[in-house]
């Protein structure tokens, strides 16, 4: 089953506007990663934050995690068309012992020039 | 450039016959995954191997069988038990098995039934 589920599903924008996208999951987990994937091309990593961050930058993107809520959102600032893509969270689950990780359906972002 | 090869790029399969997709990474990584898409779906994992001559099933392992006879290669045959193979398949790789390390992806095999 899958663990993240991501929210919006689709989110479209103008190009210099924020995107926010969220991860919600169900279980105890580790560590929780973001990735991106351009239409027809594997993933990306983009960043990883741990269970005991609470917010993680890198570059334009910006990482929360809430474990109280299980949840974690990626926000990008002053977005570009170049941005347009699919974007995934993963987790790794205290279930499987940090093996492996656990993929959520994605938000597809649209950033209109 | 280090990274994560797979091939083909595109595969057709007839009823009945077994397909092999190949991944082959040269970043000296331990660990090897496999993951099917679906469209407008996340991942799902296959198989995975954490070492060389070493595999574990996923979560959707039926249908499908790997070997990792070399650290560099990790091959995905789709069977002929597998009756839905049609799907992007998406081989990656990570230094070791662990969650606090990224996964690096090849660009995908995108399989259809002829």
């Known amino acids: 089953s899958q663990q993240g589920e991501e929210d919006p599903q689709a989110l479209s924008i103008q190009e210099g506007e924020n995107a926010t996208m969220n991860c919600s999951y169900k279980t105890s987990i580790n560590n929780l990663q973001w990735y991106r994937q351009n239409s027809g091309r594997g993933l990306v990593h983009l960043i990883l934050?741990?269970?005991?961050?609470r917010e993680k930058h890198s570059g334009r993107l910006r990482v929360t995690l809430d474990t109280s809520k299980k949840s974690s959102s990626l926000l990008i600032t002053a977005s570009r068309a170049a941005d347009t893509a699919s974007y995934f969270c993963?987790?790794?689950?205290?279930?499987?012992?940090?093996?492996?990780?656990?993929f959520g359906e994605g938000t597809q972002l649209t950033v209109n020039p | 450039d280090g990274g994560i090869t797979q091939s083909p790029k595109y595969l057709f399969r007839k009823e009945g016959q077994n397909v092999t997709l190949s991944c082959e990474q040269n970043?000296?990584?331990?660990?090897m995954y496999w993951y099917r898409q679906d469209p407008g779906q996340g991942l799902r994992l296959i198989y995975y191997s954490q070492i060389v001559n070493d595999f574990q099933k996923g979560d959707i392992a039926e249908g499908y069988s790997v070997s990792r006879e070399k650290k560099e290669s990790f091959p995905l045959t789709v069977t002929s038990a597998q009756k839905n193979p049609t799907a992007f398949y998406l081989c990656?790789?990570?230094?070791?098995?662990?969650?606090?390390?990224?996964?690096?992806f090849g660009d995908g095999t995108r399989l259809s039934i002829l």
């Open positions: 990656a790789s990570s230094m070791q098995a662990r969650g606090n390390q990224p996964q690096h």
């Open positions: 993963a987790t790794d689950g205290v279930e499987t012992s940090g093996s492996r990780l656990t």
């Open positions: 970043l000296n990584h331990d660990a």
């Open positions: 934050i741990r269970s005991n961050e």
